[in-house]
């Protein structure tokens, strides 16, 4: 699940997970092996830090130092129990989101300028890759002029959607990359504090967060409230996104429930996922909103008692 939201990577992802990382090896009781593998990390991030050389790679360097200050205050309360690990992942990245917003209110810089970096950023990447299959095309025929401008309409659809929705986007990914920090953290420190990260079919969070999802709606359908839409469009993409990844836990347990597991059964979902992405996103975003009330885990737990 982690390398499935990190693959994703919308920013760097080897700096996102690296400085994490190398606070929590510092911040628990280090040993000479842990200490080394810090500082190597925390060389390697200051090294990316310090050769942004474009607005957008700037921008990663700024989200990477507010994450890692973040995770410096999380971890300063000390280690997380089993049961808040999800939590303490939640407030650290909303300590750097909150970060962020404030930092853009008392800078010159804008929500607008955002956006038109990660447009030219991700747009560049993607006229490359559309120019390589235009120029390999014509190496094997003559492409079809309708085709390649289909490909060209949506790839700039979905870098537009991409560049407004980054916010939400990054702050996923973030999510991902403090979980994936800490379970490194658990396999590199001789004696790690705290305890691993539960199965997938473990994952929950605090079901107040599904105001989260009420807010954005509400945001996106109410009339008058043009200037709040991207507000509201990132907060869906976020809170889509853990809801999205609850639901996965959901049929998890209700697959181990019912005796399903084992390689076939996960082949047979990765496949799913690819062929229907939105049906399956669409309803396990379902199944993790409903387990908010239902609790379905708990429900199959019963079932199985009788």
């Excluded at 299959?133 to 790839?155: C, N």
């Excluded at 105001?211 to 409230?225: D, H, K, Q, T």
Aim: hydrophobic share 60%; glycine share 10%; proline share 4%.
């Amino acid at each position: 699940m982690l390398l499935y939201f990190l693959g994703f990577a919308f920013i760097s992802p080897i700096a996102l997970v690296a400085a994490p990382l190398a606070l929590c090896l510092l911040f628990h009781r280090p040993g000479t092996r842990e200490t080394a593998v810090a500082v190597v990390l925390l060389t390697l991030v200051a090294w990316s830090v310090a050769s942004a050389g474009d607005d957008f790679a700037r921008f990663e360097a700024a989200w990477v130092m507010l994450l890692a200050g973040a995770t410096a205050v999380a971890l300063a309360w000390g280690a997380p129990a089993r049961g808040e690990l999800v939590q303490a992942g939640l407030v650290t990245a909303g300590l750097a989101a909150l970060a962020g917003v404030f930092l853009v209110q008392v800078t010159d810089f804008s929500w607008a300028q955002l956006g038109w970096i990660a447009e030219r950023h991700y747009g560049g990447y993607v006229r490359g890759v559309l120019d390589l299959l235009s120029a390999r095309a014509s190496l094997t025929g003559s492409p079809d002029p309708a085709l390649i401008e289909a490909l060209r309409t949506t790839a700039d659809a979905m870098v537009r959607a991409i560049s407004v929705l980054l916010p939400g986007l990054i702050l996923i990914q973030s999510v991902a990359a403090l979980a994936a920090a800490w379970a490194l953290y658990r396999m590199i420190a001789r004696h790690p504090e705290g305890s691993g990260l539960p199965a997938l079919r473990e994952f929950r969070f605090n079901d107040h967060l599904v105001w989260g999802i009420v807010v954005a709606l509400l945001v996106l359908v109410l009339p008058g409230l043009g200037a709040l839409r991207l507000v509201g469009g990132n907060l869906a993409t976020f809170f889509g996104g853990l809801y999205v990844a609850r639901g996965l836990a959901v049929a998890s347990a209700l697959a181990a429930a019912g005796g399903l597991g084992g390689p076939l059964v996960t082949v047979v979902s990765v496949i799913a996922t690819v062929f229907f992405l939105p049906l399956v996103a669409f309803t396990a975003l379902a199944l993790g909103v409903s387990d908010t009330w239902i609790d379905w885990r708990k429900l199959a737990q019963r079932a199985q008692g009788r």
